[in-house]
T-cell receptor, first 112, second 110 residues
Framework: AQKITQTQPGMFVQEKEAVTLDCTYD???????LFWYKQPSSGEMIFLIY??????QNATEGRYSLNFQKARKSANLVISASQLGDSAMYFC?????????FGAGTRLTVKP | NAGVTQTPKFQVLKTGQSMTLQCAQD?????MYWYRQDPGMGLRLIYY???????DKGEVPNGYNVSRLNKREFSLRLESAAPSQTSVYFC?????????FGPGTRLTVT
């Protein structure tokens, strides 16, 4: 079975600094996709970034980048130049052939 | 363009009652999903539909049934609600790799 692990229940970062949120995964599928979502206190789920298992380059979307290390089975999210509006829960997720699994999430707090 | 809509937004049920959560998307996506999110946890997949006319079980399907009525609509039914089904339910649709979520339904079973 697939498994996603986010080991940081909470993280703090100073405004304008960069922060890395950790995610490791386990799967026997050869083809899979890795996602990061943001969930603000209002509750909606917002798609941030995607990385395919066969993509050789790390995905980037604006201030978000995904540090994909396939051999280590890790897919860490890097947020550059943090803003107060980045304070939220962040979920890592993996889609395999027949399943979609989410991690337990990391609560990020950006300090002014 | 409404995206993914869910009804109702809130619902309180008594143990043993039944109800259907409705979901519709206007993006012409093939794939649709139902998740539940319990407090302090990530989302768990209940059922998904890869295309109109097909449905498959996810990680936590027990106690639920689904219907993919057409390409737009994917409903989730609780036949006999239990307190363990108290949760926030999210519907989502997906094309390629971008998944769009509805606003969620907060369900309480007493």
């Amino acid at each position: 079975a697939q498994k996603i692990t986010q080991t940081q229940p909470g993280m703090f970062v100073q405004e304008k600094e960069a922060v890395t949120l950790d995610c490791t995964y386990d799967t026997s599928d050869q083809s899979y996709g890795l996602f990061w979502y943001k969930q603000p206190s209002s509750g909606e789920m917002i798609f941030l970034i995607y990385q395919g298992s066969y993509d050789e380059q790390n995905a980037t979307e604006g201030r978000y980048s995904l540090n994909f290390q396939k051999a280590r089975k890790s897919a860490n999210l890097v947020i550059s130049a943090s803003q107060l509006g980045d304070s939220a829960m962040y979920f890592c997720a993996m889609m395999g052939v027949h399943d979609m699994r989410f991690g337990a999430g990391t609560r990020l707090t950006v300090k002014p | 363009n409404a995206g993914v809509t869910q009804t109702p937004k809130f619902q309180v049920l008594k143990t043993g009652q039944s109800m259907t959560l409705q979901c519709a998307q206007d993006m012409n996506h093939n794939s649709m999903y139902w998740y539940r999110q319990d407090p302090g946890m990530g989302l768990r997949l209940i059922y998904y539909s890869a295309s109109e006319g097909t449905t498959d079980k996810g990680e936590v399907p027990n106690g639920y049934n689904v219907s993919r009525l057409n390409k737009r609509e994917f409903s989730l039914r609780l036949e006999s609600a239990a307190p363990s089904q108290t949760s926030v339910y999210f519907c989502a649709s997906m094309e390629v790799y971008e998944q769009y979520f509805g606003p969620g339904t907060r369900l309480t079973v007493t």
